[in-house]
């Protein structure tokens, strides 16, 4: 007698799919959740979103348009995907568990951030928890490996909402300028965003030639006083616009919008939001050549620096013991640039071509495809499949 056909996986849509984390929040996880969401909206999903700790102020449009139709007050058995990192497991279990949730009743994912090329291993024990483990870059899923920890590479999505933009004026910045861009953290730890090499940069562009119509602007988030002491110092050169007022989704989309190029000299990036999001624009991405943005930045679609590696020295970043870094290659940034500045149109060819792959790549129907299969893998293995 034959043996019987296993058991075929109940439909994806029968099984309840909650995305748990920081819908809210102005930060990185919160940008990466957001990311997922619109990802599953691209592929037709049915995912509802849990806010774990509920500390994020609601204020921004589109976190309301995208979040607030999602949002649920419990967390059903089923799949769960966490949008945490290894050192929030411990208190995003007990919050969950606090409200009437049930770890243990579901197939839980969680989707961890780190920059540097090994994941800490006292968070990785967090990771350990879980079902499975998805990578947001493959910088970060080598640096899993590197702690012991199994991942899946499912990207983050870039894709902008389209819609009315803010015009330069309206951040006061030149119309007629060729504008740099470049993101910094005030607050923590400054040195992995490098905008110490950007400002290095732009004077050296300026000093090979002074009557260029450049313009550098610098978006960076409050912080610790010495911090923003340098920053005051930068502001008053009169070429250089600081803006450290907090913006919304759409103020973030209009300023990278009204720049010409996206620059970040980093030294790590476990994805690359910053640069990911102007190509997704169309607008020119210059970067190390090193660390997440890897995944869609190439010497074709994009201006990647060379540079060097160092170690971290004491205190430079969280977990710094036995890490290595970028060491960007300022000159060669300049080499880069230079080409540009003389022949715009050189720039906007590369710049399309940019936007072209990294939507293929890293838009919300690519993304979301990669989380509907892996979702798929897993029904079908617990169904016998």
């Known amino acids: 007698m034959d043996a019987p056909a296993p058991a075929a996986p109940p439909p994806l849509a029968d099984i309840p799919l909650t995305i748990i984390g920081h819908p809210w929040a102005p930060i990185g996880m919160g940008e990466q959740m957001r990311s997922h969401l619109h990802a599953g909206n691209a592929v037709g999903l049915h995912h509802r979103v849990y806010d774990i700790f509920r500390y994020a102020r609601r204020v921004d449009p589109a976190h309301a348009a995208l979040v607030a139709p999602l949002e649920a007050d419990d967390v059903p058995p089923g799949i769960r995907i966490f949008h945490v990192n290894g050192d929030e497991v411990e208190r995003v279990i007990a919050a969950l568990e606090a409200r009437g949730g049930s770890f243990a009743d579901g197939y839980n994912i969680i989707v961890p951030a780190w ?36 991942s899946h590479w499912i990207g983050q999505a870039v894709e902008p909402e389209y819609g009315p933009l803010l015009p330069r004026r309206h951040f006061a910045i030149r119309e007629s300028a060729f504008v740099l861009l470049t993101f910094f953290d005030l607050s923590s730890y400054a040195a992995r965003k490098n905008p110490f090499a950007v400002v290095e940069l732009f004077n050296r562009l300026r000093a090979e030639a002074p009557f260029r119509d450049l313009q550098l602007v610098l978006k960076a988030k409050n912080g610790e006083h010495g911090a923003e002491e340098w920053a005051k110092g ?97 000159g060669h940034a300049c080499d880069l640039l230079r080409p540009v500045l003389d022949d715009p149109a050189r720039g906007a060819a590369m710049a399309r071509r940019g936007q072209g792959e990294v939507l293929r790549s890293h838009g919300n129907r690519a993304v979301g495809l990669r989380i509907l299969a892996r ?10 499949g």
Not at 118 to 140: C, H, M, N, T
Not at 375 to 384: F, H, K, P, S, V
Request: charged share 20%; glycine share 10%; net charge negative.
């Open 115 to 150: 920059e540097l090329p090994a994941y800490p291993a006292a968070w990785a024990e967090g990771l350990k928890r879980f079902d499975e483990v998805w990578a947001l870059s493959r910088f970060i899923a080598d640096g899993l490996a590197a702690a012991g920890v199994e």
């Open 234 to 330: 930068v502001a008053a050169d009169p070429q250089i616009k600081v803006i450290d007022t907090p913006l919304d989704t759409l103020g973030v989309r209009s300023l990278i919008n009204a720049c010409d190029c996206f620059v970040s000299l980093h030294r790590a990036e476990g994805f690359g939001r910053g640069p990911g999001e102007a190509m997704a624009l169309g607008r020119l991405a210059l970067a190390t050549g090193w660390s997440g943005n890897l995944d869609f930045m190439t010497a074709e679609n994009s201006l990647l620096v060379r540079h060097g590696m160092r170690e971290l020295q004491p205190d430079e970043y969280p977990h710094w013991q036995g890490q290595s870094w970028a060491d960007p290659d300022v």
């Open 375 to 384: 979702l798929e893998a897993i029904l079908a293995r617990a169904g016998g």
